[in-house]
């Protein structure tokens, strides 16, 4: 049988040569996010198709085309998550996280959406999200932009800029809804299909729309900011005020009303042109009525989704950041005592030299061969053992970069040449 089995199609492996930088960038994430006080929520990656028609909308892209659907064995209609905040939700209620302090969590992993795949829209795609339960804001909502500001300026990221809108409450939502649906009513005949269909259900949605030939019908609507009330305004004006104290720049745009139903009050897209059409990089806002929404008692919340594909390509094409682990040593084993002995000795370094990068040779091989492997695999010392060594229990140090002299150490001379090396790698 020869014909091969290959991926679904938008669905992408991870292979070694990129894993280096996939993990330095979690690293830089999950760190980031803990050094604030947050902590890691998992949650299944399936969860009951009702929580996400309930949370992210009917009247959606994501729950109308988007969702991977199915029915299990018992006949329950269950759904790939396609994103991270219903389920965040759906754990804190069930778990009774809402009944104490407030909750500062984040979570990564997978998310399926039955899209297009191009450049930077994938089916399975990664995820960083960010929620906090339990605050009014605006404090939080600035927190959480700090936070991502941070997440750039760490990855070595400049060329992303914030976008931010408040959508108001419910009620000014209302307001402005009517407003819009007027406006439209009058421009029956240059909206597209998906629009007619949202503006009995969901007119906000229609802004939202990717479609050009929209744009400047669009772009002459009427904007939320004069359907806002003062405690809106002001809430509003506080986050601003905030940024500006800590140097982060915004635009305000006015026609930010984010893809999901859920949203209220802020929202926010960090945007970059270097990303070609897919150029939303982390979005995020308030959603202080979907815990409600979803069968908890009424709490505020807040939070943010980064896209790990696009933000490592960013990395990968923008950024200076360093990533590469390179091996701190390979381990040459000249003959067939140091073979057989080579694997204690890579033990002992490692329980000498906390976080020790290092290859034994595995598979045997000569002399020349073994060193050719050192080579290719980035290592900066090849640490040579053959019999000679062995009877003298030393080990025979040589700098591949050519800059030391090679020398000839103690097992514990070895270990103390790699401990003052191995702190200058990135990972
Ligand atoms: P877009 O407008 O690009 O479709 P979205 O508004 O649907 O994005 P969210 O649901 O807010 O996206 O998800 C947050 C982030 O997750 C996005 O800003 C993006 O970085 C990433 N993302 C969303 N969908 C995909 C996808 N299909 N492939 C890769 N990344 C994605
Ligand atoms: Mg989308």
Redesign the pocket.
């Known amino acids: 049988m020869s014909n091969k089995i290959q991926s679904i199609r938008g669905m992408n492996d991870l292979l070694p040569e990129e894993s280096d930088l996939w993990q330095a960038a979690e690293q830089v994430l999950r760190s980031t996010l803990n050094g604030y006080g947050y902590q890691e929520i998992r949650m299944p990656i399936v969860e009951k198709t009702e929580l996400f028609k309930r949370s992210i909308g009917e009247v959606t892209?994501?729950v109308e085309k988007e969702m991977y659907t199915f029915e299990d064995r018992n006949g329950d209609s269950l759904t790939l998550r396609p994103?991270g905040t219903a389920g965040c939700v759906r754990a804190v209620i069930e778990n009774g996280l809402l009944r104490g302090p407030a909750q500062r969590l984040w979570y990564t992993g997978p998310?399926f959406?039955h899209?297009r795949p191009q450049r930077?829209?994938?089916?399975q795609?990664h995820?960083m999200g960010v929620e906090v339960f339990g605050l009014e804001g605006p404090d939080v909502d600035a927190e959480l932009i700090a936070i991502s500001a941070r997440i750039w300026k760490l990855l070595g990221i400049k060329e992303v800029t914030l976008q931010l809108n408040s959508l108001g409450s419910a009620q000014s939502r209302a307001r402005y809804r009517t407003v819009l649906v007027n406006y439209f009513k009058q421009h029956l005949q240059q909206l597209d299909e998906d629009s007619l269909r949202r503006l009995e259900g969901n007119p906000l949605r229609i802004l939202d729309s990717k479609n050009p030939d929209m744009a400047l019908l669009i772009a002459q609507a009427p904007t939320l900011d004069e359907s806002l009330d003062d405690a809106d305004r002001d809430h509003f004006e506080q986050l601003k005020r905030m940024l500006d104290q800590m140097d982060i720049a915004y635009e305000i745009n006015p026609r930010l009303v984010?893809?999901?139903d859920y949203y209220g009050r802020t929202v926010f897209?960090w945007v970059t042109e270097l990303l070609g059409a897919?150029g939303?990089?982390?979005?995020?806002g308030r959603y202080d009525g979907l815990v409600e929404q979803v069968g908890g008692k009424a709490t505020r919340a807040v939070g943010f989704?980064?896209?790990i594909?696009?933000l490592v390509e960013l990395i990968r094409e923008h950024s200076s950041f360093e990533f590469k682990a390179s091996p701190d040593a390979y381990l040459v084993l000249a003959g067939e005592a140091a073979a057989v002995s080579g694997l204690k000795i890579a033990e002992q370094l490692r329980s000498a030299v906390p976080q020790l990068k290092l290859l034994s040779n595995l598979g045997g091989g000569g002399f020349k061969a073994q060193f050719k492997r050192a080579d290719r695999c980035g290592a900066r010392f090849a640490l040579v053992v053959g019999d000679d060594e062995l009877e003298q229990e030393v080990v025979t140090v040589k700098d591949l970069t050519g800059e030391l002299e090679q020398q000839t150490l103690s097992i514990d001379g070895v270990a103390q040449l790699l401990a003052s090396y191995n702190g200058k790698r990135s990972l």
């Open positions: 892209d994501i994103e998310m959406r899209e930077g829209r994938y089916r795609f995820q984010r893809g999901l897209e897919q939303t990089i982390c979005a995020g989704a980064m896209g594909e696009r």
